[in-house]
């Protein structure tokens, strides 16, 4: 299309323009030639101008008759093995195993169970132990059923619990393929200290009486150390939150990190007042340091959430640290815990 205007626009240009030099090489009296000259000249203006408006009529044909409906159909993809799994600090291991869902697929209750992995073989050793998987379903109300992999409970002769400083190998079997992944639970530092106190930022969206959560921590000197921390409100579940690297702070001692609440991703969850605190509210931090290839994940993962109905996003492949082609990732988590009540 801008090849066809430019076309026009050139051809008028030189059709306007292209006489007058023709008719000044011709030998006549010198008066009578301006007043032929003008002649020609008024003639090709004339010309010119009903080139130029052909010219614009034209174009706006051929503008008009650009449009064209795109049709395009995106190929289907097969399912794929979705690996949500973690072993932590006196904690035994388990994984859910799902598979993906379509993009375009009718997500309900319904969709969610079905993608449940039933009879997978699963294991994880540490060195020359090893222990079995099990899989256990649990109703969540409405026949649904939530289902997850773990220690058997009626052998606990050989229950496997997380240590610090261990490696810890994930073994599934399943479609006949094998996927695999090994993590590691680092030894944790912990913060220095906590406390509560006005949010940093604050806008009209900042609920009246909420505070945020503040801590000292001192990186180790040794580099590649990775937290990821979960908070606890009043007894209730722990909630992932943020993910931090010592990439720029390693061995350093940094002050007055702010941290907000985790709290359930649900549809109509309001993340500008359940992500702060409240006086009389008991807070417990759950500090966990992480491996690289968890954290690679954990960071990737949020990512994609924050970019999702963003049009300027750029795309991103979430880093699994899973073998074979399988999604998710097999964590270790070195905890430490600190409770306090908010003033």
């Known amino acids: 299309m801008y090849l066809c205007r430019g076309n026009l626009y050139h051809y008028s240009f030189h059709l306007g323009f292209a006489c007058a030099p023709y008719f000044r090489s011709i030998q006549i009296p010198y008066i009578y030639s301006r007043n032929l000259e003008a002649r020609v000249m008024n ?57 993906t869902i379509g993009f375009f697929s009718n997500i309900d209750l319904s969709t969610l169970q079905n993608s449940f992995l039933h009879g997978a073989e699963i294991s994880v050793s540490c060195g020359a132990k090893s222990v079995n998987l099990v899989e256990y379903s649990f109703d969540t109300g409405n026949n649904n059923k939530f289902y997850i992999y773990t220690v058997d409970t009626t052998n606990l002769s050989n229950i496997m619990l997380g240590q610090v400083d261990s490696f810890y190998t994930l073994t599934i079997k399943y479609g006949g393929q094998t996927y695999t992944s090994v993590t590691k639970i680092p030894n944790p530092k912990g ?65 007055d990190i702010g941290l907000f609440a985790g709290y359930a991703q649900t549809i109509d969850a309001n993340g500008d007042s359940l992500s702060y605190f409240y006086a009389g509210d008991t807070v417990t931090l759950k500090w966990c340091e992480i491996d690289q290839g968890v954290y690679n994940f954990w960071n990737t993962a949020g990512y994609a959430a924050s970019a999702i109905g963003n049009p300027f996003a750029s795309p991103i492949n979430l880093q699994s640290n899973m073998t074979n082609g399988a999604l998710g990732v097999w964590a270790g988590y070195g905890s430490t815990f600190k409770t306090a009540v908010v003033p």
């Open 43 to 99: 003639r090709s203006t004339v010309r010119n101008f009903q080139v130029t408006i052909a010219a614009i009529f034209v174009f706006t044909v051929l503008l008009l008759s650009c449009e064209k409906v795109v049709h395009i159909s995106l190929a289907s993809t097969p399912p794929q093995v979705v690996v949500d799994g973690a072993i932590e600090t006196n904690i035994p291991p388990y994984v859910i195993l799902t598979s």
């Open 191 to 255: 913060i220095d200290t906590m406390w509560f106190a006005t949010p940093t930022y604050q806008d009209s969206k900042t609920p009246k009486g909420a505070l945020q959560l503040f801590v000292n921590y001192t990186d180790p000197d040794t580099p590649g150390n990775c937290v990821r921390y979960f908070t606890q409100l009043n007894g209730g579940p722990y909630y992932p939150s943020q993910i931090f690297s010592d990439e720029v702070v390693n061995g350093k001692t940094v002050k």
